[in-house]
């Protein structure tokens, strides 16, 4: 094992550039060519890349610090087999060889795509009155070539600032952008996500509007491209007071603040290839980097919290960006102990926020004499001992809802908001609330509507007691049209149900108890079953909520009207 020095390459002259990302910690292992660390220069941001495999010994930067050419940044434990010192000696060596080469093969580049920028742009001009056509081209790229476009930043017909930012592209060590040199308007885009450019391709045409001067400007232009500097129109002074700082001119290739927050990003390649790894869009990403760059611990935090609220119940926009209940500890007011939610629980509490999140709630209440009912109930008691089945005001209920459902259809629906369409069931099959030692449990009666009182009966005090008994098959909780919580056996007045979506409603039904009821001439005793029907308003309106629940109380109140 031999230890190598990580050093900053050769910056192409730029000095005291900034560090702005870690991208490894000490301890980390490393592949050669691996990313070390970020830099941004004015002109763009480069990823400084391990000299070889290895594990990272040292760091002896921060975020922040000003590096030069040559700089050690850190220290590689060479990983066996992998070239140790001499060979990084050696590397070094082809480096320093290769450098005069290279850097005499970019200046001839460079000074031959200077002369091609200035044979082409005079070639590409073509003057009209008040305006003239340009065709802009890609600046000189810090030596790389063949680079693919990842982002078009303006379509046709587009109204440019000198400077705005034209394309991205991106190399497997730095992304840049590159911005108009003209304010004007783009006629024609000439290139697309994916095509590789280099210096001095036509990245699109645009007019150009000439103001008083201009010629004069064209003339500097020209002898300062002949003078080998790169050629920038001067924005007239007003619209430069306009910009804000960071959309002030800036070399051709640099990278800077996006004018409008939000939807240009800022961030080096590592940080987009990441956001395209893991699918993140990158422009709903708010950097906390310097001029808020975009950093990889942004986009992990960002796709960390869309996979919390998705597993919380909401799918991406439906309840999201709901800031989370921090929790106190606990134990600084007294003694606490902790244990893990039974999966039930768990499972229970993502449907029941799904549902609260989803879904605009209105909660109708309505009693419902059933008095008569009551005193039919009380008179087949005796047959039911004989046959075994308890009969409770359950079965009666849910004869009532499968009619209502029938009734008034809009109740037995779904909402599929994605298609934009609604879900009309022809079936009426009705969920029955359970209440067990380990949660809350749903099985579901079929085809309710075309079954006796007895049948009903004896189905939900089986399907009950298999819930209680942990025995129901998934099949079992499932295809519900309807839900009936029912609380009567344990009291309370009226509660305001969640509707088990993607069902439409729900029907809460409280303890009966004996109410005075006016008659017309006089109080009588009358036994007042409570009904809470909670229901979907964009799928129900309030209206017929009322008729489902007056319906109900003139079928529980008259149930002759039951076989009508
Ligand atoms: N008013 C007055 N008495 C009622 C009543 C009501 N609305 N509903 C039931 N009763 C009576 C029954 O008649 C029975 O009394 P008798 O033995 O004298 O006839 C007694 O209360 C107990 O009934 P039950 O609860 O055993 O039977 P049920 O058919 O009414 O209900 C079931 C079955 C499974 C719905 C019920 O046991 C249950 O689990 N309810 C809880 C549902 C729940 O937790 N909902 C909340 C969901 S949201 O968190």
Redesign the pocket.
């Known amino acids: 094992m031999s230890e190598q020095e990580i050093k900053v390459p050769d910056l192409g002259g730029a000095e005291d550039v900034e560090v702005i990302e870690l991208l490894v910690s000490v301890g980390d292992t490393v592949e050669a060519e691996d990313p070390i660390l970020t830099i941004e220069t004015d002109k763009a941001s480069v990823e400084l890349p391990s000299p070889g495999a290895g594990k990272i010994s040292s760091l002896s930067v921060e975020v922040g610090d000003k590096l030069n050419d040559g700089d050690v940044v850190g220290m590689l434990e060479a990983s066996d087999g992998a070239d140790s010192d001499d060979s990084g000696d050696s590397d070094a060596e082809t480096e320093e060889s290769e450098k005069p080469e290279e850097k005499e093969a970019e200046q001839e580049a460079s000074s031959e795509s200077e002369s091609e920028t200035e044979e082409s742009k005079p070639a590409a001009r073509k003057k009209s009155a008040g305006s003239r056509k340009e065709t802009v081209l890609v600046p000189p790229l810090d030596g790389m070539e063949n680079v693919p476009v990842i982002e078009i930043n303006v379509s046709e017909g587009d109204t440019l600032e000198v400077d705005s930012p034209l394309v991205t592209v991106e190399s497997d060590k730095a992304s840049m952008e590159i911005p108009s040199p003209y304010a004007g308007k783009v006629d024609k885009v000439l290139v697309a996500e994916g095509d590789e450019l280099s210096e001095g391709d036509k990245i699109l045409e645009m007019t150009v509007a000439e103001e008083e001067g201009d010629d004069e400007d064209d003339e500097q232009e020209e002898s300062s491209a002949e003078s080998g500097q790169e050629s920038q129109p001067a924005p007239d002074a007003e619209s430069q007071q306009d910009k804000p700082e960071e959309s002030a001119p800036q070399p051709q290739g640099a990278t800077y603040e996006p004018p409008s927050p939000g939807t240009k990003v800022h961030a080096g390649p590592a940080v987009r290839k990441l956001a395209r790894e893991l699918g993140a869009d990158l422009t709903r990403i708010k950097g906390s980097g310097p001029k808020s760059r975009i950093l990889k611990d942004d986009v992990q935090s960002y796709i960390k919290s869309q996979l919390q609220q998705s597993q919380q119940g909401g799918s991406v926009g439906t309840g999201s960006g709901i800031p989370g209940v921090k929790l106190p500890d606990f134990s600084q007011f007294g003694e606490v102990r902790r244990e893990p939610m039974s999966r039930m629980m768990s499972v229970t509490a993502v449907n029941m926020q799904r549902s609260w999140l989803n879904v605009p709630h209105v909660t109708q209440f309505e009693d419902a004499d059933i008095t008569d009912m009551e005193a039919f109930?009380q008179s087949q008691?005796a047959a039911g001992e004989k046959k075994g089945v308890?009969?409770?005001?359950?079965?009666f209920?849910l004869k009532a809802c499968a009619a209502a459902l029938a009734e008034l259809p809009q109740f037995n629906v779904s909402l599929d908001m994605e298609r934009k369409e609604v879900v009309r069931k022809q079936y009426i099959h009705i969920g029955?609330?359970?209440?067990?030692h380990n949660g809350?449990m749903v099985p579901v009666i079929r085809d309710v509507d075309q079954k006796g009182l007895w049948e009903l009966?004896e189905e939900?005090?089986e399907l009950?007691q298999k819930?209680r008994d942990r025995q129901l098959k998934p099949a079992e909780m499932q295809g519900a049209c309807f839900t009936?919580?029912?609380?009567?056996?344990?009291g309370g007045t009226a509660?305001t149900?969640?509707v088990n979506t993607p069902e439409v409603a729900i029907l809460?039904?409280?303890?009966?108890?004996m109410q005075p009821v006016w008659d017309g001439s006089e109080f009588q005793p009358r036994l007042m079953?409570?009904l809470s029907l909670s229901y979907d308003h964009r799928a129900v309106n309030g209206a017929d909520a009322a008729r489902f629940t007056a319906l109900l109380g003139q079928l529980l109140g008259d149930i002759r009207t039951l076989l009508l």
């Open positions: 109930r008691k308890k009969i409770t005001p359950l079965p209920i029955i609330a359970v209440d067990t809350l009966a939900s005090a009950a819930a009936i919580t029912s609380l009567g056996g344990i509660f149900p969640i809460g039904v409280s303890k009966a108890s079953l409570p």
